[in-house]
């Protein structure tokens, strides 16, 4: 993969805050090795993650200055169920808790609403949400498991080393699906690893347009097609989620432009899956989108509270636009079974 | 008008000196007014409550108050800081209880006063002193200790007025006589806060602040031709988010008032936001248009159908009154009449443009 190093290689983090009981952990200590020099000096032990991060409202823009990183053990329920339409088919759909919050600053991105910190938490014990893991899929077979529900599945993980720990356990589980979803081109691992059907690199594309002024701080569109033309290359199952389609006065031009540019990258035959989701909020997290980016370009779409309460685009516009995008995606060659709607 | 809190008299005194305009308030002793300077100062007291309260009392006495910036001193939880170091604010927090690790969840962003410098967060300790341990785990969520910036801020985001503040380092990390050194220095802090405050900032600049009415607010809220309801005036700064002021617009915009001239300034106003509404939400525009034509339209005494108010669903509802033959003919002939599949083809988006 030369010249695609992940786009935020060096993370510089403010403070490193450190369970007490976890210090002598060798993930702990990978972790530091991984992380620049002189983060031994900003190292704070505390006694639990949970007396700091979320104990007061951290402004979400502050992960531009002022991001801190937090290693702590998960406590409570390590495996939920996904929501409804979460993916293709009847399978069952759950999330694993592997880290909070992202080092990317999409302006749509629910997290910005959904934790009271933008601060990154990752939880080291694997161990125990290993084993959960196993038991919720000896109980669901053919389940889904989906890693980065509440952040990157690849970002940070040359830095957390999570990536050969899935892998060695969806080895030992094929009758389990995992899915990683991202932005990164962090790929460098993933190239070393054997493919496996049941483990799945999921990539969220947009336009260029959105890419460059929406996706804040992630890589470019042809550095994440590159990447996932060279996982196709290796072998692995690739899945793409056009999501979310964002309204622009060129939004058919855009995307008519995008489903080629990833035409002419990717082998689309070879796409396990591809979602279409339009851009939608929770109420909480618009407001709090409203008040970081009031000059976003994504104001110029017309947002209305929908059947849910989440606020989307009015039916007709969504309907029309997935629409769009499934006729010309066809075009290209992908099977209409493999396209499904997200969160509609 | 800008005002300039302190905490105690000592921190301002030579603010005191300096502005000889500064006449005290005639019921609020602590509150000075220069009108010749647009400049005010309050002396707010220790602590969260004291400061919250003194800022909201003087915010109601004040009414044309632009901006409020905090200055006086702070601990240090950083141990890069040194005393007499001067800082601006960059997050206000505050603690309930440091030694039961109990924070407020609530922060305020301070408004950014110098590009030039960087900024740093504070906390506002309830308690006076700490031990090493209570600095430490304020260490955690901010640079600086006070005790009212937080409650300024409080105040402040109540009455939607910006707030910043400056600090100077009185004590270090590590300091255990944190009230003696201040008292001593007091003087010495107030004289280096003023000439960083005459350096940097300017009261004249912050007094004449850019308003934030946009162009197309101003056009369409001073029309001659134009009446709008406060209703319309709210309406207005929606659509001003959206809609800006070319060249296009206006001509578009005086067309329409030109072709309703005749009529009353409140009737050309339905009109022209009858044209804004098609600008700010084409899609709902137009699902409104064919909803009137396709099924508002079959509407009579006897029968009402409506669409999903939000347009999410393809299903349209009915009530109706039935008294003899001849109205369950008239219903069951405009029932008939509806066409349920082209409205569901519209609903998801068949006819948009």
């Known amino acids: 993969m030369n010249g695609l190093k992940p786009s935020m290689e060096t993370i510089l983090f403010n403070k490193i805050f450190i369970e007490s009981d976890l210090i002598d952990d060798s993930i702990t200590k990978q972790i530091l090795e991984r992380l620049p020099k002189d983060s031994e000096k900003k190292v704070h032990l505390i006694d639990r993650y949970d007396e700091i991060f979320g104990k007061v409202k951290k402004p979400y823009l502050e992960k531009r200055k002022n991001l801190n990183l937090f290693i702590a053990k998960k406590k409570g329920s390590l495996v939920k169920e996904a929501p409804a339409a979460y993916g293709l088919g009847r399978e069952k759909h759950f999330y694993f808790i592997n880290s909070y919050n992202c080092i990317y600053e999409c302006e749509y991105c629910y997290l910005q609403g959904f934790f009271s910190s933008p601060d990154i938490v990752t939880f080291i014990n694997w161990n125990e949400i290993k084993e959960e893991i196993i038991k919720v899929a000896n109980e669901n077979h053919n389940c889904w498991f989906h890693a980065g529900e509440f952040s990157d599945s690849l970002a940070l993980s040359h830095i957390t080393g999570e990536l050969s720990r899935f892998h060695q356990l969806f080895k030992d589980l094929p009758h389990a699906k995992l899915e990683l979803r991202t932005k990164s081109i962090n790929i460098k691992e993933a190239l070393t690893l054997t493919p496996l059907d049941n483990v799945i690199f999921s990539f969220s594309i947009s336009t260029e347009e959105s890419c460059k002024e929406i996706d804040l701080k992630t890589p470019p569109l042809k550095h994440r097609l590159k990447a996932i033309k060279s996982l196709q290359e290796r072998g692995h199952t690739v899945g793409l989620h056009l999501d979310p389609i964002i309204w622009t006065p060129d939004w058919s031009e855009e995307h008519q432009n995008l489903i080629h540019q990833i035409s002419q990258e990717i082998d689309l035959t070879q796409i396990s899956y591809l979602s279409l989701g339009v851009v939608r909020f929770t109420e909480s997290v618009y407001h709090q989108f409203q008040k970081n980016y009031p000059e976003s370009t994504i104001h110029q779409g017309e947002f209305k509270r929908s059947f849910d309460n989440k606020v989307r685009y009015p039916r007709a516009l969504r309907q029309k636009m997935m629409l769009f995008l499934r006729d010309e995606l066809t075009k290209k060659g992908v099977q209409k079974k493999i396209i499904y709607d997200c969160m509609e | ?353």
Request: net charge neutral.
């Open chain 2, 1 to 353: 008008m800008i005002l300039l809190t302190f905490a105690h008299r000592l921190e301002a005194k030579a603010f005191l000196s300096y502005f000889k305009d500064l006449k005290a308030h005639p019921v609020y002793k602590n509150l000075y007014i220069s009108e010749k300077d647009q400049l005010a100062l309050l002396l707010s007291g220790e602590g969260i409550l004291s400061s919250a309260t003194s800022l909201s009392s003087a915010c109601t006495l004040l009414p044309n108050l632009k901006k409020v910036i905090n200055l006086g001193v702070a601990g240090a939880l950083n141990p890069s800081f040194k005393v007499g170091d001067i800082l601006i604010g960059k997050i206000a927090y505050a603690s309930k209880s440091s030694e039961s690790k109990n924070m407020q969840f609530k922060s305020f962003p301070l408004e950014e006063l110098l590009n030039e410098f960087s900024s740093y967060d504070i906390v506002s300790a309830e308690e006076r002193v700490l031990n090493t341990s209570e600095k430490k785990y304020l260490s955690h969520f901010g640079d600086l200790v006070d005790r009212e910036i937080w409650g300024l801020a409080y105040s402040a985001n109540q009455f939607n007025i910006p707030i910043s503040s400056i600090k100077i380092i009185s004590d270090s990390k590590d300091d255990e006589e944190f009230c003696q050194t201040v008292k001593d220095s007091a003087l010495k802090f107030s004289n280096d806060l003023l000439s960083f405050f005459l350096e940097y900032i300017s009261v004249k600049e912050i007094n004449v602040k850019k308003s934030e009415i946009t162009d197309f607010e101003k056009y369409f809220s001073s029309h001659p031709n134009i009446f709008l309801t406060t209703a319309q005036k709210n309406l207005l700064r929606k659509f001003s988010k959206k809609i800006k002021l070319t060249d296009q617009l206006i001509s578009e915009t005086e067309e329409i008032i030109n072709r309703h001239i005749e009529k009353r300034p409140k009737d050309i106003s339905k009109h022209v936001f009858d044209f804004f509404e098609k600008l700010y939400s084409p899609t709902i525009y137009h699902l409104n248009q064919v909803a009137r034509e396709s099924i508002f339209s079959l509407n009579s005494p006897q029968i009402k159908f409506s669409p999903d108010p939000i347009f999410e669903s393809p299903e349209i509802s009915f009530s109706g009154k039935l008294k003899n033959e001849k109205h369950k003919d008239e219903i069951i002939s405009k029932i008939k009449c509806l066409k349920i599949d082209e409205w569901s083809e519209t609903i998801n988006g068949d006819h948009l443009v």
